[in-house]
Structure formats: structure tokens, C-alpha cells
């Protein structure tokens, strides 16, 4: 079975820096979907980014990108020029290209945005 | 963009009564939707995986009995916890997606009392 590991339970930054979340998985597939998910305390997810494995490319979107190491199974989220709005609950999450198409969440980030 | 609905968004239920929640994917059509359980201040659980048409695959310790699943369109899927107990109150996500192409969407969740 696959696993989705976050070990910062809780991060912050002030506005307008830049902090990395970190991610890590287990699997035994090759091809996969990895996303991270934000979640503000209205509890709506959202999704931020999303990586297909077979793809060596990191996504980006916008402030968000991520750095996607496919051997070391691992995927963090860099977000630049952090804002309030960027306040929350950060998941990441794993998704089987084949098969099941549910999603295994990580632990969860807090993320905190200091003025 | 894909929208999923779901309903209600709060309900406070008594111990012994049973409460139906409604996940509707308001665009498109999807033979697979997933539930998910979240507690305070932890990750998303996935109940169980509703498919339209049949049965639905329920994850391991998630009694069947319990928490009905019903798919009877491809966009609809029910929730419905019977005999709630106080244990049961909790967040409840659904998510559903267009295809295996495209990534999950959420609804709003539904938070559970039980009293």
C-alpha cells in the first residue's frame, strides 16, 4: 500500500518570503499523480498544484512550484512571496494512474503567515 | 470547473437517529466517488469508494452497516450513518472527478454532532 509522509506538522513564514514544504512517499508503482491540497479553516479543499510521475518537468502554478525527486520519492511545495491568503492546512496527497483513483493524504502542514 | 455539491453543510443529530448526506457532481458525470472522514486537527481518512451501480468498496475497520453507501446516478452518491453515536461526529468530505485523467474535486464537507 502506498504512503504519504509530511513530517512538519506545523511551518511558518513571514509575508513575502518563501518556504518549502516537504513531502515524502512510498510506493512500488511508476506512474502516479502527486498534489498538494490547501485546506483554509473553512475546510474547503483546494487543490494547488498537481505532477504526473512520468513527467521529469516540475509544475508550476503561478507562486506555487514544486521540486519533484522521483527516485528519492520525494515532492515538496515551494511557495515564493507568501501571503496571508496562504495561511492554512497544506496535504499531500498520492494518486494511483491505474487502478483505485482515490487519494492517500499526508500527516498535513500548518502553515502560519506572519505580517 | 468541475463542481461537486455537498449537503447539508452542518447537522446535529440526537444518539440513535440516523442522517443522510448528499454529494452531488454538478457538471459532469462520475462513476466513482470517494468519502472521507477528517478529525480535529488530522488528515483525511478515506471511508469508503462509492461506485454507481453497484456496491461500494469500503477501507479496512469502516463498518459497511454503519455507513450506508448509495450511487444510484452518476451524479449523486448518499452517505447516511445510521444509529449515530456521540464517536461518529466528525468532518465528512466527498470528492469526485470527471475522469481518470482529471484530478479530484471536493465538496464542502459536512460537519457531524451528535448529541
Known amino acids: 500500500a502506498q504512503t504519504v509522509t509530511q513530517s512538519q506538522p506545523e511551518m511558518s513564514v513571514q509575508e513575502a518570503e518563501t518556504v518549502t514544504l516537504s513531502c515524502t512517499y512510498d510506493t512500488s508503482e511508476s506512474d502516479y499523480y502527486l498534489f498538494w491540497y490547501k485546506q483554509p479553516p473553512s475546510r474547503q479543499m483546494i487543490l494547488v498544484i498537481r505532477?504526473?510521475?512520468?513527467?521529469?518537468q516540475n509544475a508550476t502554478e503561478n507562486r506555487f512550484s514544486v521540486n519533484f525527486q522521483k527516485a528519492a520519492k520525494s515532492f515538496s511545495l515551494k511557495i515564493s512571496d507568501s501571503q496571508l491568503g496562504d495561511a492554512a492546512m497544506y496535504f499531500c496527497?498520492?494518486?494511483?494512474?491505474?487502478?483505485?483513483?482515490?487519494?492517500?493524504f499526508g500527516q498535513g502542514t500548518r502553515l502560519t503567515i506572519n505580517p | 470547473g468541475a463542481v461537486v455539491s455537498q449537503h447539508p453543510s452542518w447537522v446535529i443529530c440526537k444518539s440513535g437517529t440516523s442522517v443522510k448526506i448528499e454529494c452531488r457532481s454538478l457538471d459532469f458525470q462520475a462513476t466513482t466517488m470517494f468519502w472521507y472522514r477528517q478529525f480535529p486537527k488530522q488528515s483525511l481518512m478515506l471511508m469508503a469508494t462509492s461506485n454507481e451501480g453497484s456496491k461500494a468498496t469500503y477501507e479496512q475497520g469502516v463498518e459497511k452497516d454503519k455507513f450506508l453507501i448509495n450511487h444510484a446516478s452518476l451524479t449523486l452518491s448518499t452517505l447516511t450513518v445510521t444509529s449515530a453515536h456521540p464517536e461518529d461526529s466528525s468532518f465528512y468530505i466527498c470528492?469526485?472527478?470527471?475522469?481518470?485523467?482529471?484530478?479530484?474535486?471536493f465538496g464542502n464537507g459536512t460537519r457531524l454532532t451528535v448529541t
Open positions: 470528492s469526485a472527478s470527471q475522469d481518470r485523467n482529471s484530478p479530484l474535486h
Open positions: 496527497a498520492y494518486r494511483s494512474a491505474w487502478g483505485a483513483q482515490k487519494l492517500v
Open positions: 505532477q504526473e510521475a512520468y513527467k521529469q
